[in-house]
Nanobody
Framework: QVQFVESGGTLVQPGGSLRLSCAAS????????VGWFRQAPGKEREGVSC????????YYADSVKGRFTISRDNAKNTVYLQMNSLKPEDTAVYYC???????????????WGQGTQVTVSS
């Protein structure tokens, strides 16, 4: 089955850190740009970060710039999202997906995973 599997989401206090993992199954994620997206209850899905396949260029939404870092380990076929200085407004289900080119818009993406819940609360 061709898909991503996200993991690492949990309940964390404001100011805390988490690392999310996005493991590819059935294909080589290094051949694609990979994006992280999130969706909070009652809100539209938004692009958080993405990393290119060609040169590893990274892109971030303004809301997470300076706090989140995306990276990839091609040997493990996995992409990570390191999240620091977490805020309650970061609470959402986080998803990853693959695209032929890096963009924070979700339309070009495929191979969506089931998501992992991140809750930031005291």
């Amino acid at each position: 089955q061709v898909q991503f599997v996200e993991s690492g989401g949990t309940l964390v206090q404001p100011g805390g850190s988490l690392r999310l993992s996005c493991a590819a199954s059935g294909f080589r994620s290094e051949d694609y740009a990979v994006g992280w997206f999130r969706q909070a209850p009652g809100k539209e899905r938004e692009g958080v970060s993405c990393i290119s396949a060609s040169d590893g260029s990274t892109y971030y939404a303004d809301s997470v710039k300076g706090r989140f870092t995306i990276s990839r380990d091609n040997a493990k076929n996995t992409v990570y999202l390191q999240m620091n200085s977490l805020k309650p407004e970061d609470t959402a289900v986080y998803y990853c997906a693959a695209s032929l080119y890096p963009t924070l818009g979700d339309k070009p993406y495929d191979y969506w995973g089931q998501g992992t819940q991140v809750t930031v609360s005291s």
